[in-house]
């Protein structure tokens, strides 16, 4: 069983009525996993809840019901403004505490990690991204461009914005936002790896000003989202109940974001396709065998899983043959639809599905049953 604490239905319920549905899986020896209370309904207008007591919450689910659970996509429990790596780390320190006091009581938990500071699911590739509501309300992007330079239009649009009415760049919901976006690719070069806050400073605006500047200048111009500090989670993923996950869909080079469209809102994550090599290359465990183990071993014997996630004898034959020397991520925020490096063969149940020349189109995956 599942929850979107974040999400309707499931931010609506109470812990009173999680903990009645997860007893009920308990007897068939399920498993829950809650997409923790984290940022709260994203919606115009929301404020963030208290983070520590949404993971709070999903540990006494765990303890009360006797449950397995895994916490998804775990942050630290704490906002820590503005960004100091020493104080992310002590963050991710305490909330680690506070999950290991709860296993000490008997809570079976376990919790994912995303191995990077820009989250994932997709990217909003373009600042006119965050507007594409207004886009289509004008008709498209040219017109919208031309209503923002009427002055009555524009600043009905800034003081939404700046009343944290819409989510995406409000300060309600992340105080941070604007130090957060950041610039990627520009026709003005000194642009470029800045952030809002940054070019706001420069222009003598307010953050929100500058976003309705940069796109009268630029309406192409394209950006990139960070929302965690390293430090944040190499300290989570260092825990031995914390596995890798991508938090993306599969998609191929082409996707289902951004097609047919005149600027895309949407675009697939760059983890879509590097998530696992970048977390080997750049956030690994002391020895290759630990950081593989994050990745298929533990997740696998968590969910208990047998003849999977290990390289045994009477095993399923699941392997990955890496050139370590080749590895690259290709991470790129410009055109992420770009697959990594280094990955030389993919084995499925003993059968080979990706070889040095591609997919071999074999489709050998099977139906992943607990024992």
């Not at 009427?150 to 309600?172: C, F, I, Q, T």
């Not at 990955?320 to 499925?348: H, Q």
Request: contains cysteine; glycine residues 8%; charged residues 25%.
């Amino acid at each position: 069983m599942s929850t979107g604490r974040d999400y309707p239905p499931s931010a609506s319920a109470d812990k009173e009525e999680i903990i009645e549905l997860v007893n009920h899986i308990k007897e068939l020896g399920g498993y829950y996993f809650t997409h923790w209370r984290r940022t709260g309904l994203r919606i115009a207008g929301s404020a963030r809840p208290n983070k520590l007591e949404g993971i709070v919450e999903a540990l006494e689910i765990a303890l009360e019901t006797g449950v397995k659970t895994e916490i998804s996509h775990l942050t630290s429990g704490f906002e820590i403004y503005p960004e100091n790596p020493e104080m992310d780390r002590h963050a991710s320190e305490i909330t680690l505490e506070v999950i290991d006091s709860y296993v000490e009581k008997g809570a079976d938990v376990a919790f994912d990690v995303i191995p990077g500071v820009s989250g994932g699911i997709c990217i909003n590739p373009y600042l006119a991204s965050y507007f594409t509501p207004w886009i289509k309300q004008s008709g498209s992007l040219d017109q919208f461009i031309t209503n923002l330079k009427a002055k009555d239009y524009r600043n009905k649009l800034v003081k939404l914005l700046r009343d944290g009415e819409w989510y995406p760049l409000s300060g309600k919901s992340d105080p941070w936002w604007q130090n957060k976006i950041f610039i990627t690719k520009s026709e003005s070069e000194c642009y470029i790896g800045k952030s809002i806050n940054d070019i706001a400073i420069e222009k003598n605006m307010e953050p929100v000003e500058a976003v309705m500047q940069l796109l009268l200048e630029e309406p192409f111009i394209m950006i990139r989202r960070n929302g965690k500090s390293e430090e944040e989670f190499k300290t989570l993923l260092k825990h031995d109940r914390a596995s890798v996950c991508t938090d993306t869909y599969a998609f191929d080079l082409v996707g289902l974001y951004g097609n047919d469209a005149e600027i895309a809102e949407l675009l697939p994550h760059p983890h879509t396709y590097c998530a696992f090599p970048k977390y080997i290359l750049q956030y690994g465990m002391d020895t290759i065998e630990e950081t593989i183990w994050k990745i298929t071993g533990f997740p696998a014997d968590f969910m208990n899983i047998e003849g999977r996630g290990k390289v045994l004898e009477n095993n399923y034959a699941d392997l990955v043959v890496l050139d370590m020397d080749s590895l690259k991520t290709n991470e790129n925020y410009i055109e992420p639809r770009v697959y990594p490096e280094g990955i030389e063969y993919v084995v499925v149940n003993g059968q080979l599905v990706l070889d040095k020349k591609g997919c071999t189109g074999i489709r050998a995956g099977k139906v992943l049953k607990k024992q």
